[in-house]
């Protein structure tokens, strides 16, 4: 991962190009967040070439879909890292009968339950009501909750990157998520 986060309004710059389809926008938009998207692809794929192949496939869906980026509902990282973390999940569902390991299983049983979630968020993203409930959650199950689902942390690692226990840190999450939906759900 790279340990300078890329600027916004020059991200921004280069989905707008990339919407004109302008094919140096994408070079440089890769040369300057490829390797933080290819860490998180890795984070969740557990595997350097799944996690090369899926990086491709990332890019043509942001070249594809630039002009659905909008910098009023997410920061053009969070944008960018949700759909890699929805590609790498989906390339779990679609190999997960090739040689998956146990840890895999459970990630894309966890991706499966989770999709409910997702699937809201992205219902909702046309409207800033989700950007308030996450805002009223507290500091804690806000961050596992975006390090989670926006950067493909797993437990186990969001347990040792912020030095908690791991019971802990999941009932950050689930509780989050619970607050999340009660939210979320007037709108629904």
Same mark, same amino acid.
């Given at each position: 991962m790279t340990s300078e986060t890329p600027d916004p309004?020059?991200?921004?710059?280069?989905?707008?190009?990339?919407?004109q389809q302008q094919p140096k926008a994408l070079k440089t938009l890769y040369k300057v967040t490829s390797s933080h998207l290819f860490a998180v692809l890795l984070r969740i794929l557990r595997n350097e070439s799944h996690a090369e192949d899926c990086l491709q496939q990332v890019y043509l869906k942001i070249w594809n879909n630039a002009g659905q980026y909008n910098p009023e509902i997410a920061r053009?990282? &969070?944008?960018?890292?949700?759909?890699? %973390?929805?590609?790498?999940?989906?390339?779990?569902?679609?190999h997960k009968n090739d040689q998956l390991n146990v840890s895999d299983e459970a990630l894309v049983q966890q991706a499966d339950h989770s999709s409910q &979630?997702?699937?809201?968020?992205?219902? %909702?993203?046309?409207?800033?009501h989700v950007h308030r409930c996450l805002q009223e959650l507290k500091d804690a199950q806000r961050q596992c909750i975006e390090l989670a689902y926006f950067e493909g942390y797993s437990h186990q690692e969001l347990s040792e990157r912020l030095d908690q226990p791991l019971g802990t840190v999941k009932t950050w999450i689930r509780r989050g998520l619970e607050r999340l939906k009660t939210c979320l759900n007037p709108i629904m």
């Open positions: 309004t020059d991200l921004q710059a280069l989905l707008r190009h990339c919407q053009p990282m &969070t944008w960018m890292n949700t759909i890699a %973390r929805n590609q790498a999940l989906d390339w779990l569902r679609r &979630t997702d699937n809201l968020a992205q219902q %909702r993203q046309d409207s800033d």
